[in-house]
């Protein structure tokens, strides 16, 4: 039936398996382990001769539910959950790379990622060099006979710039590296990893997913399209010869997965299956409404500039139309001028949530140069696209007319 099934109904009832209590949401089996009746049996699933579950830091019946329902949403292949977003790019980059080996990366991207790219793992002797996703010419001229990875969000956060994907993919397979996308921003609702032609996915599940705030989470999806069978990819050898175009699912199930540990806890899994049902509804009314506060914002004379790639006069309106048909997410910044106005603009919002997170239903806002970058110098700032006046809004899903309302007082007030 799911093969015939369009989007919205997957959301629904993708990967869910009705078992003998009829219950019509996934069961929240919360359990560390799972007792076989004999030794055999066990050694039997240990070994990949039978299905089964063994142990949740290893797999769980809840997440696996939602493994598959995240798998089918973007055009097929594997899905591990993780226990955050941050987990799953991490799992997802340490099965690529080993010691000596070099992320190329945008530069455009989420504080968390950034850090990990440049700080964390080079611990570990593996490097990132960062380029714009935009400059097409200089993303195939950085690429070196150490790269293994070609990396970038789909649409930045909080940059907002929107890469062309398929065009980035092409050059990733023209020189025979993967590119792995964080899709946390533009959901599979805005665009499929297949419709993208990605080769893997690595994103948060905290945001739009789950929608209303209240999980942390993370996925890695394999398409199972790259070949992994290349000199590049000496450490894949073993898994390509058992796995095939799944080599990569199999090194981050068997190995990495396993060895970092970090799961997600089965009612969380939950927690995301009940949450993801509503995506489609939520998304259309995130985009909808940051349209139209971007409009308003940019009429506003206190406002000094608005970044959406929704507005006509945005450098990739064109790219984004054409990529995520004509719905551009529920992320925009503006700026006021400087950093005293925009804390001013904050201070008087009584709707919108001063916090650090996006994809939630209600309407947040942050001031980004002062807390989820204050750790970056000045030109790493600007090259995330924050200046000290950005004020980023997450677009809730509230009536549009109070977000409008609560936004042009707190800017007549200043
Ligand atoms: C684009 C993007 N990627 C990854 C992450 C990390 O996700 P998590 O907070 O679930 O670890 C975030 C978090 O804000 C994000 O915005």
């Keep these: 039936m799911e093969k015939s099934l369009r989007f919205d109904s997957l959301l629904v009832h993708g990967g869910l398996e009705s078992g003998p209590s ?8 919360q359990s560390s382990s799972f007792a076989y009746p004999t030794a055999e049996g066990l050694e039997d699933v240990f070994r990949g001769r039978a299905v089964g579950s063994v142990y949740t830091r290893i797999g769980n019946p809840t997440s696996e539910a939602l493994e598959r329902r995240l798998a089918l949403l973007e055009g097929g292949g594997t899905a591990i959950v993780t226990a955050s977003g941050m987990a799953a790019i991490t799992t997802a980059v340490m099965t690529i790379l080993r010691a000596g080996d070099e992320i190329l990366s945008s530069s455009s991207l989420f504080g968390g990622t950034f850090s990990l790219f440049r700080d964390t793992l080079s611990q570990y002797g593996i490097t990132a060099t960062f380029v714009d996703p935009l400059d097409l010419e200089g993303v195939r001229s950085a690429v070196n006979e150490r790269t293994r990875l070609l990396f ?8 907002l710039d929107v890469p062309d ?3 980035l993919a ?20 805005l665009a499929s990893g297949a419709a993208l032609g990605a080769d893997i996915l690595a994103y948060s599940t905290s945001k739009y997913i789950n929608g209303t705030g209240t999980t942390i989470g993370g996925v890695i999806i394999d398409r199972g399209v790259f070949n992994w069978n290349s000199p590049r990819f000496p450490h894949f050898e073993m898994f390509h010869k058992k796995y095939r175009q799944f080599a990569f699912t199999a090194r981050v199930r068997k190995l990495v997965h396993k060895d970092l540990g970090a799961c997600p806890s089965p009612f969380n899994s939950y927690l995301l299956t009940e949450g993801i049902q509503t995506l489609a509804l939520r998304m259309d009314r995130h985009c909808s409404s940051a349209l139209t506060l971007a409009r ?20 990739q309106h064109a790219v984004a139309r054409k990529l995520y048909g004509g719905r551009f997410g529920g992320l925009l910044t ?3 001028g400087d950093k005293p106005s925009s804390f001013k603009v904050i201070n008087g919002l009584t709707l919108a949530k001063n916090l650090a997170n996006i994809g939630d239903a209600k309407t947040l806002v942050i001031h980004p140069a002062s807390t989820i970058c204050a750790d970056y110098k000045s030109e790493e700032k600007k090259l995330m696209g924050v200046t000290e006046d950005t004020i980023r809004v997450s677009v809730g899903i509230e009536d549009v007319s109070d977000i409008i309302e609560d936004f042009k007082q707190a800017l007549d007030a200043i």
């Design 152 to 159: 970038v969000e789909t649409i930045g956060n909080p940059k």
């Design 165 to 167: 994907i398929p065009e």
């Design 170 to 189: 092409r050059i990733a397979h023209e020189v025979g590296i993967p590119l792995m996308v964080d899709t946390t921003v533009s959901t599979p609702y």
């Design 22 to 29: 009829g219950a019509t949401s996934v069961p929240i089996v």
């Design 334 to 336: 503006f700026g006021t």
């Design 296 to 315: 308003f914002l940019a009429s506003h004379p206190k406002v000094a500039w608005v970044r959406y790639p929704g507005l006509e006069d945005s450098p």
